[in-house]
């Protein structure tokens, strides 16, 4: 190399040089990928699969996706492991922005949670305890029936084992069968054994039509179930993207994913499967 061509080649490399450190002090450099944590039921119903895709076309922003119970996800935040979280157990979530862990909280949408079971009903709640939840399980629990739990902290969990929690039991014994996964393997263990479980509507529709389950218990109060959106305290780790996080939570509570969440579900189902209801 002719000593010309070395100066104008070591020219550049220093110029490179000063312009990587120039975008590294000015933080102009911004990640366009996302990670997202959030519950498997935005998962397993086919949600995120139905709206991300518009928000990456509108926002330039492409999402990794890490779905997981809401502990698990709240946990990943705490560890600086997701940008941002959305999740559904609401008093957790407010503990969570209030450790500051989370910039703040807001909610995105909701549905509702479902006592499911076999025709067979051998607690016999279908027809004895209508629309009450408690009494669902606390016959539940008398009767010895197997009922499959998620057992992961999830927030279908949670809010499973605060129902346990206002009757007074807690559960134990051969009847009662921790999965420790996801809302959809936890529904095809409760299938297999013909047992009771307790599910997000939207994952059981999801599955319904090749489930022996049906829905027994449904519409008391207790069981709404709401989700919440939480950009994550980038002062957690430099390596969170707060940008995009921010872009994510302006966007899933806005007018366009508002209609979309409000239209998915419905052509299959003749219902949605979650109602947009952000502030």
Avoid at 58 to 80: N, P
Avoid at 144 to 156: L, P
Avoid at 180 to 204: C, F, H, P, V, W
Wanted: hydrophobic content about 40%; charged content about 25%.
């Amino acid at each position: 190399m002719s000593r010309i061509m070395k100066k104008y080649v070591g020219l550049f490399l220093a110029i490179l040089m000063v312009g990587l450190l120039v975008v590294g002090c000015s933080g102009e450099a911004v990640s366009k990928e996302l990670i997202l944590a959030t519950t498997t039921s935005t998962e397993n119903s086919g949600l995120l699969s139905a709206i991300l895709p518009e928000f990456e076309k509108e926002t330039g922003f492409t999402v990794k996706v890490v779905a997981v119970g809401t502990g698990k996800a709240l946990q990943m935040g705490r560890d600086g492991e997701a940008d941002v979280l959305l999740v559904h157990a609401k008093s957790s979530e407010e503990e969570f922005v209030a450790e500051e862990h989370g910039i703040y909280r807001k909610d995105v949408m909701y549905n509702d949670f479902v006592i499911i079971g076999s025709n067979e009903d051998p607690a016999g709640v279908k027809e004895a305890a209508g629309d009450d939840v408690l009494s669902a399980l606390k016959m539940i629990s008398e009767a010895n029936a197997e009922f499959v739990t998620r057992g992961d902290d999830s927030g279908t969990h949670k809010k499973e084992m605060k129902f346990w929690a206002e009757l007074g039991i807690e559960p134990a014994g051969d009847w009662y069968i921790s999965s420790g996964q996801g809302m959809g393997a936890t529904i095809t263990i409760a299938n297999e054994k013909l047992a009771y479980t307790m599910s997000d509507r939207a994952t059981y529709l999801s599955r319904k039509d090749e489930l022996d389950l049906g829905v027994l218990v449904e519409g008391d109060s207790k069981l709404f179930n709401q989700y919440g959106v939480i950009p994550v305290n980038p002062e957690k780790s430099d390596k969170i993207n707060n940008k995009g996080a921010e872009a994510f939570v302006e966007w899933i509570t806005g007018d366009n994913a508002e209609k979309l969440i409000k239209e998915f579900g419905v052509e299959k189902f003749g219902q949605p499967l979650f109602i947009p209801n952000a502030e």
